[in-house]
């Protein structure tokens, strides 16, 4: 890869910096040097197509500009390892919000995106149990965004961390892009007691009990599948589970990376 010479005193002194102050962890390492939007744009095919509800609404600028709120996102271990979570991030909401079908145009892994707010949402998703997120009376927490962030106490604890009310005005994750981006990182950063977060999974942070070895959870993009939605675990070959790997390993390939261990969560018992 050629560098200019600006930029790579920039990188040098920012490799100062970060061996000064972190350790070998590089990071705030931008993810747009890792992933341009001529990548992006071919990941995420079809998300602009006109069957696709939520056309023009994901885009590139919004998804490097909420990246900078988590700066150790794709910025952590070696050019493999961040490529390979940057990878698996999308891999995981693309089959959030699919619209792919077997034989869609480019095929089943081409249509990550397409959609913002789910469809025919079943409940209000609403755990009236949970007291320390209530839930305002008419709002509905269905699942919104690239992540399909759903559930009173998961919009209450993002929009708390990223500065919007999740629990008055949940609509805002499938109205304003950039906070959309935000809680899909937000999610995939923060540990999910008594869950790990994804990033941690990704980079090789976890480290799991004797309990969680017993129940085959050791690292890997079946684990991260386990903690975003564990039901699809522990038994053999889930369709969801699948086209989250299928999106896996077609990112994996434009990021010529390989996927890593432990690809599946058919024989890991969920939480
Ligand atoms: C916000 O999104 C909701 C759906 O979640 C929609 O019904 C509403 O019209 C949107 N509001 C604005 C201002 O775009
Ligand atoms: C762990 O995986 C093995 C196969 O690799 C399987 O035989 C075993 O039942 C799994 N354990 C649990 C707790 O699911």
């Not at 920012?14 to 102050?21: G, M, Q, T």
């Not at 990878?87 to 990550?112: C, K, M, N, R, V």
């Not at 085959?216 to 889930?238: A, F, H, M």
Request: proline share 6%.
């Amino acid at each position: 890869m050629a560098f200019s010479a600006s930029y790579s005193l920039a990188l040098l002194s920012f490799i100062f910096f970060s061996f000064a102050s972190w350790g070998t962890e590089a990071r705030g390492f931008p993810i747009s040097s890792l992933i341009s939007k001529e990548l992006f744009d071919t990941i995420f095919l079809h998300k602009d197509n006109n069957a696709c509800p939520a056309k023009n609404f994901y885009t590139y600028d919004s998804f490097i500009k909420a990246s900078r709120c988590f700066p150790r996102f794709g910025s952590t271990g070696s050019l493999t390892t961040r490529k390979r979570e940057i990878a698996a991030f999308l891999g995981q909401i693309s089959h959030e919000t699919t619209g792919g079908w077997p034989t869609a145009p480019d095929g089943p892994y081409a249509w990550g995106l397409c959609f913002k707010e789910e469809v025919n949402p079943q409940s209000v998703y609403c755990d009236s149990s949970n007291t320390e997120w209530p839930c305002y009376p008419g709002k509905s927490y269905n699942g919104r965004g690239p992540i399909q962030l759903s559930w009173n106490f998961n919009y209450g604890p993002a929009g708390k961390a990223l500065g919007f009310d999740g629990l008055k005005n949940p609509e805002i994750v499938s109205n304003n892009s950039l906070i959309a981006f935000k809680t899909a990182l937000w999610f995939w950063m923060t540990e999910q007691n008594p869950k790990p977060s994804c990033h941690n999974v990704m980079v090789g942070r976890y480290v799991p009990t004797e309990a969680d070895i017993a129940a085959n959870r050791t690292s890997g993009y079946g684990l991260v599948t386990n903690i975003i939605n564990g039901l699809e675990c522990g038994k053999p070959n889930d369709g969801r589970v699948n086209d989250r790997i299928g999106y896996f390993q077609r990112y994996a390939k434009l990021f010529n990376v390989d996927t890593g261990p432990n690809l599946d969560c058919e024989n890991q018992k969920s939480y």
